[in-house]
């Protein structure tokens, strides 16, 4: 199959040096959970802790990624990436986690392994030092985030290491993958490692009223004391570039001609993606519609914290999805809200639906709100943006049967979602908003978190069943190949 009718308007539309490729996290990928003296993280134990995840499945092994590194950038390179922005695990560079536990070498070497060899490949690594999984040590010494005094000199002294050990051939540093889902997943709804709430039907501990804004505080704080150290000690002589990234869907009014829905969706737009990026580059606090809200639950800085958390990012990441239509709520809101008091719905007022379902029932294609999502977020920040993820899963895929070593799976939903939300990012850089690169999510099939092995979201095929877990192409693999070769202008040189 050959992909040639692509529109001619948007050829060349990105630079030269655009970086595109595949992300992943440490967790969903590696397995090797107890190898080579890694330590335990919230999701191991996560994971060991019955009726947490959909199919009772672990991160013990998921893609062995750990052990089969070099024939995932060999397969990478032959998909025609640009980059790779992978994860670090904490616990396999920190066993224990803190700043006065060891270091484990073993762990260590694995990932400059893996930067050696992406690099001898020609990929360009991006590096995020924490992709969700905690320490469990931390947790248990003095409940991780929650104890900001304890929490901070830790991750300091963890990105250190990083920094002093790969940063000669690291650039791209990303401090966290979306702190807010972070929070929201593991502190408000419980779902997601540590697993606390307000529900006691799920959860033995927690407040969803108050741990997630404390947490967010925590995190925001912690990035920008990394991104100091990085700058001060380092970026002098490594010349690298260090970010944070924020997850964030486009809040759509549910009806369009009602001032409240349509006020309603900002708000939801600014308690789902402002909360951090306000602070972080544009006034050094929350927005306004938070604390109206939230009073005194959501933390306040410092002005001298406010100063370092304003411009510690140097540019955006962006991880986004899909689309949802919302409605104001005209009750007082609850006190576990976290959404700005609004209601949800697949479809608007007059019965236009969000977009496509895919194998999640989250998320549609919906490019239409993505093309508003960027242009809101350069106009608010006026930020360069790295998109770092974005991709989907698509129905059917479970039942794959491979006829060969060779055979391909036809995922055409992926490739139209691919496709839609791509020319999308063409045109809103035709108009000027600043995008840098394009990370899919993602590589292979993985652990998708508390969905287990049941949602596919790469553009490999992975036979889990397999101990040896053989990879298998998606289309859009090939798809994405030809269509950047499209996008990208080509370099002067
Ligand atoms: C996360 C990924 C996750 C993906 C799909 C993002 O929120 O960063 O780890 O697998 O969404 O759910």
């Known amino acids: 199959m050959s992909f040639s009718d692509f529109d001619p308007t948007i050829k060349g539309t990105l630079p030269a040096d655009f970086q595109w490729g595949y992300a992943t996290a440490a967790p969903q990928i590696e397995g090797a959970w107890n190898k080579d003296g890694k330590g335990l993280s919230i999701w191991d134990t996560f994971g060991h802790t019955p009726g947490k995840v959909k199919d009772s499945s672990t991160a013990d092994d998921t893609t062995r990624s750990y052990d089969f590194y070099k024939r995932d950038v060999a397969r990478m390179k032959a998909y025609g990436v640009t980059g790779y922005r992978f994860s670090l695990s904490w616990s396999r560079i920190i066993p224990l986690g803190s700043k006065d536990d060891p270091v484990n070498e073993q762990g260590l070497k694995?990932?400059?392994?893996?930067?050696?060899?992406?690099?001898?490949?020609?990929i360009t690594p991006f590096v995020t030092l924490f992709h969700w999984d905690t320490p469990q040590e931390l947790e248990n010494r003095y409940g991780g985030m929650l104890n900001k005094e304890k929490y901070i000199p830790d991750?300091?002294?963890?990105?250190?290491?990083?920094?002093?050990?790969?940063?000669?051939?690291?650039?791209?540093?990303?401090?966290?993958?979306?702190?807010?889902?972070y929070t929201l997943a593991g502190y408000a709804a419980g779902v997601h490692a540590p697993g606390r709430s307000s529900f006691r039907d799920r959860?033995?501990?927690?407040?969803?009223?108050?741990e997630p804004f404390i947490v967010a505080h925590t995190e925001l704080l912690s990035h920008a004391h990394v991104a100091r150290i990085y700058k001060e000690e380092?970026?002098?002589?490594?010349?690298?570039?260090?970010?944070?990234?924020?997850?964030g869907n486009w809040n759509e009014p549910w009806d369009a001609d009602d001032p409240k829905h349509v006020e309603?969706?900002?708000?939801?737009?600014?308690?789902?993606?402002?909360?951090?990026?306000d602070p972080l580059y544009k006034t050094g606090d929350y927005p306004p519609s938070m604390r109206a809200q939230l009073g005194d639950r959501l933390p306040r800085f410092t002005s001298e914290e406010s100063k370092l958390v304003l411009g510690s990012s140097e540019a955006y990441g962006m991880n986004s999805y899909t689309t949802f239509f919302v409605k104001n709520r005209d009750a007082e809101p609850d006190i576990n809200d976290h959404k700005g008091n609004v209601e949800v719905f697949d479809t608007n007022k007059q019965g236009v639906e969000r977009g496509i379902e895919s194998d999640t029932p989250w998320l549609r294609t919906s490019p239409h709100g993505w093309g508003k999502l960027?242009?809101?977020?350069?106009?608010?920040?006026?930020?360069?943006?790295?998109?770092?993820?974005?991709?989907?899963?698509?129905?059917?895929?479970?039942?794959?049967?491979?006829?060969?070593?060779?055979?391909?799976?036809?995922?055409?939903?992926?490739?139209?979602?691919?496709?839609?939300?791509?020319?999308?990012?063409?045109?809103?850089?035709q108009e000027g908003v600043v995008i840098k690169s394009y990370f899919g999510w993602t590589f292979t099939d993985n652990w998708e978190w508390a969905a287990g092995f049941t949602d596919r979201f790469g553009v490999t095929w992975v036979d889990f069943n397999d101990p040896e877990k053989p990879r298998y192409a998606k289309r859009s693999a090939y798809f994405l190949k030809e269509f950047f070769g499209h996008l990208i202008a080509e370099s002067k040189k």
């Open 264 to 277: 309603a969706a900002q708000r939801a737009q600014e308690f789902e993606i402002a909360w951090f990026a």
């Open 203 to 210: 959860n033995e501990e927690g407040d969803s009223s108050t």
């Open 234 to 247: 380092f970026k002098p002589s490594q010349k690298g570039t260090i970010m944070i990234t924020l997850h």
């Open 110 to 122: 694995f990932y400059s392994d893996l930067v050696d060899e992406l690099l001898a490949n020609g």
């Open 155 to 181: 991750f300091n002294r963890y990105a250190r290491v990083c920094f002093e050990r790969l940063g000669d051939r690291v650039k791209n540093w990303i401090t966290y993958n979306e702190p807010g889902v």
């Open 374 to 429: 960027l242009r809101w977020i350069w106009d608010r920040y006026q930020t360069p943006i790295f998109i770092t993820e974005n991709g989907t899963t698509a129905k059917g895929e479970h039942d794959f049967k491979p006829s060969g070593p060779d055979d391909i799976l036809e995922d055409p939903h992926r490739v139209d979602f691919f496709k839609s939300y791509l020319t999308e990012v063409a045109k809103a850089s």
